[in-house]
C-alpha cells in the first residue's frame, strides 16, 4: 500500500458480518467485527428513561461517536417500538441522550438498534478512528473484499434483467448444453434464470462476417424502451458471432443508452468467446449484479474522497472501482480468504492446506498445493461463468441458512435471514437459522459475541418447527445442525 495514507485498512464485508483490521504508519494496529448492515444493538440497562437510555457496552465506544445517529426501541418481536436522534453520548456510563423523548418508557432489557444509514466500511472506519458522523473521512488506504455478488446470485436478488439477443435464439440460455446432470431424478428442478425479459432483435451476422441482416436502430430503440415499462433495471446484449463481429451489440448497446439505461453489459467486452451460451450466461450474470455493485462502490467512494480503494476479484487480484465488474465479483470475498489461509499455511510451513470459511449465508472451501488453483469456466449457483477465479467450492450453507421442515424432511438453506433481519437471535423477528440452533445448543459463548443475544426469540421460533414436525427441541435443534454439516462436510469432499 502507498506510504502517503496514514491508515491502512483491510475489510471482509460478508452476507452478516463485516470484519474490518487497521494499522497505522507507526505499526498500531485495531480490530473491529460489526453487522454488515451498518447497525449497532444493544440492551436497555437500569436508570433509563424516555430522554435517555444507559447501555454500560457503550463504555468501549469513541467519545461522542454516536451523536447524531438514530436509535430505534425494539418490542419482544422485533417490531420498532420508538425512535430518536441521540443528541448527546456520554462514554463514561454509556448514556446516549435524545433531542425528543420517546413515545415509551423504555425498560430494563428493552433491545435497540443505533443505525446512520452509512455503509458497514465506513462505518467501520469511523468508529475505528474516534470519527462522528458529520466530520470527513481523511484520505485512507483501503483493500475490501465484498460477498455481495455471492449473495445476490445466491439468493436470487441482483437487478430485474433483460436478455437481449439474435431474433430466434431467445431461449438458447434455457436451453443450455441440454446437460442432465441428475438423469435419475424424478423431480427435475432446473434453476431459474437470472433475466426476467427477453428481447429477439431482427439482425443476422454469419459465423464469416457476412451480414444477412442489419438491424433497424428505430426498431431496436423501440424494443429497449418497452423494456422501461416492465421495471426492467440493467440490460445483458448477447448477440450471434458478436464475439469477432461486435458492430450490431455497439447499435444495440447505443439504442439502450438513447432511451435512458445506465446498467448496459454487452458480451463482446464481457465475455468475447465464440460460444453464444457460455458468452450468453456471462453477461447475464455481469448484468445481474452491475447495479447491486455500482451502487455500493458508489457510496463507498463518496464517503473516502481521496482515498486509495480497492477491491478483490475472484481471481484474487486488486482493482480499481471503475474496474470492478459483476462477472469478477462472484468470489470477490471468499477469494481474499484463500489468499489469506494459504500466505497463513506457508508461514507456518505448510505446502499443503484446506480453507473452509463458514458465513452467514454461504460456506467457502478451497485447497493450497503451494499454488494458486484457477478456474476460467464454471457453474456457480447454477449458473455458467467464464471469467478466471480462484478454484473455491461454494455451498448455500452458513450461519444465516433459515431451518425449516417441507413436509417429510428437514431443510437447512439456501434461503438466509442476511443480516436484516438476521437471525432470531437478533432480536429483528428473523427466522429459525443456523446461528439460532448453535445457540440453543450452547455451542455459542454468548458473552463474546459483538452484541447481546435474544435466547427467548430462539426457543419462539424453535417451538414452531417443533409443532410441525411433532418432535422435542432438542432432536429438531440437533437435527437442523446434522443437516447443515452434511451441507458443508460434501463441500470438503468435493475439493
Not at 443505533?114 to 483493500?143: F, H, K, N, T, W
Not at 450468453?280 to 447491486?292: Q, S
Not at 477491491?311 to 469478477?328: E, H, I, N, Y
Not at 431451518?403 to 432480536?427: H, I, K, N, Q
Request: hydrophobic content about 40%.
Amino acid at each position: 500500500m502507498s506510504d502517503v495514507h496514514e491508515w491502512e485498512f483491510w475489510i471482509d464485508v460478508g452476507g452478516t458480518f463485516t470484519d474490518c483490521f487497521a494499522r497505522h504508519r507507526d505499526g498500531t494496529t485495531r480490530r473491529l467485527k460489526l453487522l454488515s448492515s451498518g447497525i449497532t444493538k444493544g440492551t436497555v440497562a437500569d436508570g433509563s428513561n424516555a430522554v435517555a437510555i444507559i447501555d454500560p457496552a457503550r463504555k468501549r465506544d469513541p467519545a461522542q461517536f454516536w451523536r447524531g445517529f438514530r436509535l430505534r426501541l425494539l418490542a419482544k418481536d422485533g417490531a420498532r417500538m420508538a425512535d430518536a436522534a441521540v443528541a448527546d453520548f456520554d462514554r463514561a456510563d454509556g448514556r446516549l441522550h435524545f433531542h425528543d423523548a420517546f413515545s415509551v418508557e423504555p425498560a430494563p432489557g428493552m433491545r435497540y438498534e443505533l443505525s446512520s444509514g452509512e455503509e458497514s466500511p465506513v462505518l467501520a472506519v469511523r468508529y475505528l478512528l474516534g470519527l462522528q458522523q458529520d466530520e470527513p473521512i481523511p484520505p485512507v488506504a483501503m483493500r475490501l473484499g465484498t460477498t455481495r455478488g455471492t449473495n445476490a446470485l445466491l439468493t436470487r436478488r441482483g437487478a430485474r434483467t433483460a436478455f437481449v439477443t439474435t431474433r430466434g435464439f431467445g431461449d438458447v440460455l434455457r436451453i443450455g448444453y441440454q446437460q442432465r446432470p441428475k438423469l435419475f431424478q424424478l423431480d427435475i428442478e432446473k434453476p431459474s434464470p437470472l433475466f426476467s425479459a427477453v428481447v429477439e432483435i431482427d439482425e443476422r451476422v454469419l459465423a464469416d462476417g457476412t451480414v444477412r441482416q442489419e438491424p433497424n436502430p428505430d426498431e431496436v430503440r423501440q424494443q429497449i424502451l418497452e423494456l422501461q415499462s416492465q421495471g426492467v433495471e440493467s440490460i445483458a446484449i448477447c448477440l450471434l458471432h458478436a464475439d469477432r463481429f461486435s458492430a450490431h451489440e455497439r447499435i444495440v448497446a447505443q439504442a439502450a443508452r438513447d432511451v435512458g439505461f445506465r446498467e448496459i453489459s454487452v458480451s463482446h467486452e464481457v465475455a468475447p468467446l465464440v460460444k453464444i451460451v457460455a458468452r450468453g450466461d456471462t453477461t447475464v450474470v455481469d448484468a445481474y449484479l452491475n447495479p447491486v455493485l455500482r451502487c455500493y462502490v458508489e457510496s463507498l467512494s463518496a464517503a473516502l474522497p481521496d482515498s486509495s480503494l480497492r477491491l478483490m476479484t475472484s481471481a484474487g487480484g486488486l482493482v480499481t472501482p471503475q474496474q470492478f465488474r459483476g462477472k469478477d465479483s462472484i468470489l470477490s470475498g471468499p477469494a481474499g480468504g484463500v489468499v489469506g489461509f494459504a500466505c497463513a499455511a506457508q508461514t507456518a510451513g505448510f505446502e499443503r492446506a484446506i480453507g473452509f470459511d463458514m458465513g452467514g449465508t454461504s460456506t467457502d472451501v478451497a485447497r493450497f498445493d503451494g499454488r494458486f488453483e484457477h478456474e476460467y469456466e464454471t457453474e456457480k449457483a447454477g449458473v455458467r461463468v467464464v471469467a478466471p477465479m480462484l478454484a473455491i467450492h461454494t455451498v448455500a450453507a452458513g450461519g444465516g441458512s433459515i431451518c425449516d421442515f417441507e413436509g417429510t424432511r428437514l431443510v437447512v438453506g439456501p434461503a438466509s435471514a442476511g443480516a436484516d433481519p438476521g437471525p432470531a437471535c437478533y432480536g429483528r423477528g428473523g427466522p429459525l437459522t443456523v446461528t439460532d440452533v448453535n445457540l440453543f445448543l450452547g455451542r455459542i459463548p454468548e458473552d463474546r459475541f459483538p452484541f447481546p443475544l435474544d435466547r427467548a426469540a430462539v426457543e419462539r421460533r424453535l417451538d414452531e418447527l417443533c409443532v410441525k414436525m411433532s418432535q422435542p427441541r432438542e432432536l429438531v435443534a440437533a437435527g437442523c445442525l446434522t443437516v447443515a454439516n452434511q451441507h458443508m462436510a460434501r463441500a470438503i469432499r468435493t475439493i
